[in-house]
């Protein structure tokens, strides 16, 4: 997290909040393009993944990770080759819609080379999206962790160090992002050649790809609705021609708080692929408990980083520079969105793991139907605060639609009595921040470094996260948690013993 951060915070300092404005739009779009052009066969290498090695399907398998890469690979190419022939149209475009129907050339000039150079990224992306869902559903998650927390940050915090001593050019970002990003697709690509290597067989290969395809259709409509609702309230800022400086501000804010979603990503990582297997052998009340506790975990995790991000918002983003402080009221806006989303669990995959991908797909529609009306209607009014809680509701209405259908579908929640516990250990723990904050607030406790507001407020973040930590340790975990964690030991022991010892100890029964 540390190192996204400072990759992130490089960028949002070296370049200021017009011309990281310009990199979140244009990074946003080539997202956009690749989340859809993985064709949903990124959830399908989870699932098929975790069932064919739980049943020791390796032929199945093989044949399915070979489908799953050249199809996302080719439909890859494509949508790079078109967004390289499109990109100045597209320029155009938003340089008309930005300044009201009139282009601005420079707008124009900054934007094309922005979208060029990051166009090749997409095949990149979607390939690695199906080798993370193959690593997952091997559980093999210490490489994806490597990869993407580790290597990437560092690969992009040392050459945006470069390009800020020789280059300070936005374009050179782009070039930066698409090194980084084909230095982790290789090493993805190489880690989970690892994993099939070790299971393969010289049976032939058994292609199944009627119900693969099945399964991904749906899917791949619920992730351009999904890819969408990520990327709506960007194109709506853009839409209504709003400053480069507030779409930089946004991208802050969007930054700052799509840290309270990590801790839900992390635990849907490795919870995914056991649903589908759990789900496959029919061992219902374990799913549940499972189920239960990924929730509270989520929890846990997730409530002091909303805590930290929300009140200490105005601090954290003047380390940014000062023009990012005006920011907070949006902070705020996302923050309960994503905090609601964590309070939820792993609904989503609850449903998508267990065959409900069609009413996946229609939940997602409702998100992004709620969010255009809604940014429509609030955005003209109050800017980028109205696109901000236009996309908290939606996605509020969307994890609460699928809260209610795993209760009616599966007749499970996610709730145990023992959840009150982070509650009130974050709610205990800010009381006597929030005061210390207030005596702060009455004398000089900020410094200038360059354009860098430095506030003596952030020193009080360790503070509340000691007692929130503290007040965890006092209430006790469950008998639950501790079961769950020793489940969990045992199998990350177990596919490290795997890893080392080769094809033998991966055929044995999971």
């Not at 509701?393 to 795993?406: K, P, T, W």
Request: hydrophobic content about 50%; proline content about 4%; charged content about 10%.
């Amino acid at each position: 997290i540390a190192l996204k951060y400072i990759a992130t915070f490089l960028i949002q300092y070296g370049f200021g909040v017009g011309l990281y404005g310009l990199y979140t739009l244009s990074s946003s779009l080539i997202n956009l393009v690749a989340s859809v052009l993985n064709l949903g066969l990124d959830d399908a290498m989870v699932r098929y993944t975790a069932i064919y090695r739980s049943k020791h399907r390796l032929a199945s398998l093989q044949a399915l990770t070979i489908f799953c890469t050249a199809l996302a690979g080719i439909a890859g190419i494509i949508g790079a080759g078109l967004l390289l022939f499109y990109t100045p149209a597209l320029a155009t475009l938003w340089s008309e819609l930005k300044h009201h129907g009139q282009v601005a050339p420079n707008a124009v000039s900054q934007t094309i080379p922005l979208l060029q150079i990051m166009a090749p990224i997409v095949p990149l992306l979607c390939m690695q999206a199906i080798w993370f869902g193959g690593l997952r559903g091997f559980k093999a998650f210490k490489w994806r962790t490597i990869t993407m927390s580790v290597i990437q940050p560092l690969v992009q915090i040392i050459l945006l160090i470069f390009v800020l001593r020789y280059f300070r050019s936005i374009s050179s970002v782009a070039l930066v992002m698409l090194i980084s990003t084909t230095v982790t697709a290789i090493l993805n690509l190489y880690f989970l050649f690892r994993q099939v290597e070790a299971v393969a067989t010289a049976e032939p290969r058994q292609y199944e790809s009627r119900e693969w395809l099945s399964f991904a259709s749906f899917n791949f409509l619920t992730t351009i609705i999904d890819t969408v609702l990520d990327s709506i309230d960007t194109i709506l800022l853009a839409a209504f021609g709003l400053p480069n400086s507030q779409l930089g501000e946004y991208g802050a804010a969007i930054r700052l708080s799509s840290f309270i979603a990590l801790p839900i990503l992390t635990l849907n990582n490795i919870f995914a692929p056991m649903i589908a297997e759990l789900h496959s052998k029919g061992e219902k009340e374990k799913l549940e408990s499972m189920f239960k506790v990924v929730t509270k975990w989520s929890i846990t995790f997730s409530l002091p980083i909303c805590l930290v991000t929300t009140v200490f918002s105005p601090y954290l983003l003047g380390v940014a520079g000062i023009g990012y402080v005006a920011a907070w009221p949006l902070v705020i806006g996302l923050a309960a969105g994503s905090m609601l989303n964590a309070c939820t669990g792993s609904v989503g995959y609850m449903l998508l793991m267990t065959g409900y991908q069609r009413l996946s797909f229609v939940n997602s529609m409702v998100a992004v139907v709620t969010n255009i009306v809604l940014g429509i209607i609030l955005t003209p009014h109050f800017g980028a605060m109205g696109t901000a809680i236009s996309t908290g509701l939606a996605i509020a209405v969307m994890n609460l639609m699928r809260l209610l259908q795993v209760r009616l579908l599966l007749k499970m929640h996610p709730y145990r009595w023992d959840i009150i516990k982070p509650i009130g250990a974050g709610l205990l723990s800010a009381l006597p921040t929030g005061g210390l904050l207030f005596l702060l607030s009455h004398i000089k406790s900020s410094f200038m470094i360059g354009h860098a507001l430095i506030s003596f407020q952030l020193l009080l973040i360790p503070v509340f996260l000691a007692g929130y930590a503290g007040l965890l340790v006092l209430f006790k975990a469950s008998p639950e948690d501790e079961i769950v964690l020793k489940a969990l030991r045992k199998k990350l022991r177990r596919g490290t013993g795997n890893n080392k010892n080769g094809k033998k100890k991966h055929m044995a029964p999971a």
